[in-house]
């Protein structure tokens, strides 16, 4: 079982339930953001184990709410992964050379969504 605390940040809020309840089910703990900006906040103050970040956000575009996480020293160190429908041909590339740490494709698999979790907190 896992301790480790996720923070999902998807202003989808059936992608955010749906990422939850399989994260809970393999032992994570998690919270749940609407935007960037309500995600950043979280991560301030709660210091995630790992941020699961959605790419398209009404509030806050992702460049800029990756730049305040990787800005602030409580958060540096926190790996960020995109999780996102943006799968074209070059995008988990650009995505990784932006700064995130990582690249999960929506929908989420429910069978390897924990385990990828796993690995990308392993990797950090």
Do not use: C
């Not at 041909?89 to 990828?116: A, N």
């Amino acid at each position: 079982m896992s301790d480790e605390l996720i923070l999902i940040v998807d202003d989808n809020g059936q992608n955010r339930k749906l990422a939850r309840d399989v994260l809970r089910f393999a032992g994570f703990r998690t919270l749940e953001a609407e935007g960037g900006g309500e995600g950043v906040s979280l991560a301030v103050e709660h210091v995630p184990d790992l941020v699961l970040m959605d790419i398209r956000m009404p509030d806050m575009n992702w460049t800029e709410a990756l730049r305040r996480l990787r800005g602030d020293e409580r958060t540096a160190r926190i790996p960020i992964v995109a999780l996102t429908s943006s799968t074209m041909k070059g995008d988990r590339e650009q995505f990784l050379d932006e700064g995130f740490d990582g690249y999960l494709q929506k929908p989420i698999s429910v069978r390897e969504f924990p385990d990828q979790v796993r690995s990308h907190l392993r990797a950090s």
